[in-house]
């Protein structure tokens, strides 16, 4: 396999804000969710982030370790479906900002690209009310794009090609760093700096 669409790049950044918004701690829970589910859902994001333990750009050529990781995603996914068919797409207001991120991972890495389609609307009305992090907003958009066929948007989707990290082309590239900016990502130096030190490979802006 020579060319893999990216994971979720969430360990560099996550600094930037792709985790809990800077309010959530003190953001009201209502009782709509039971608490169960909500510990469910922490529960899942733990193992989201387990199963990418030690990713690489050599790791995800090894089909035993995408097979597994890809079963783990596919049955998170389908109880999270279970979940908003249930209750809604679980907001930091309904069941916390952990449990809330936790849902974010769970769909940012699920294979069922027409789930991500379905819920994007819904994740973008929450970061227009402030409720969710924009830069989260801008993974999925970037991932459904890419998944598409299309340009992304704010360049933070890479494939691994012969050992290093490559970005996925990108729409108006010199609009680039001012929608990243909007969206609340790092410009794109820092960003790639932060990818080579956390993943220890070279990444390149030429597709």
Aim: net charge negative; proline share 7%; hydrophobic share 35%.
């Amino acid at each position: 396999m020579s060319r893999v669409v990216s994971w979720c790049l969430f360990a560099a950044v996550l600094q930037f804000g792709c985790g809990p918004s800077e309010t959530a701690e003190d953001a009201r829970v209502e009782a709509s969710v039971p608490d169960p589910v909500r510990a469910e859902l922490i529960d899942m994001g733990v193992q989201d982030q387990t199963a990418r333990e030690g990713l690489t750009p050599e790791k995800v050529q090894d089909s035993l370790f995408l097979k597994a990781m890809l079963q783990g995603d596919s049955g998170r996914t389908r109880r999270l479906r279970e979940l908003v068919g249930r209750y809604g797409w679980p907001t930091e207001v309904q069941v916390g900002p952990e449990a809330a991120h936790a849902a974010f991972l769970i769909l940012q890495h699920s294979p069922e690209h027409n789930f991500q389609r379905e819920m994007l609307p819904a994740l973008e009305e929450q970061a227009q009310q402030g409720a969710m992090p924009p830069s989260q907003v801008a993974m999925l958009v970037d991932r459904v794009l890419v998944h598409d066929g299309k340009p992304q948007r704010y360049g933070t989707q890479f494939s691994v090609e012969e050992g290093r990290l490559v970005l996925e082309p990108v729409e108006d590239e010199e609009g680039l760093e001012a929608r990243r900016r909007e969206m609340q990502l790092p410009p794109m130096e820092e960003y790639i700096r932060l990818l080579e030190e956390q993943y220890e490979a070279p990444v390149s802006e030429q597709q």
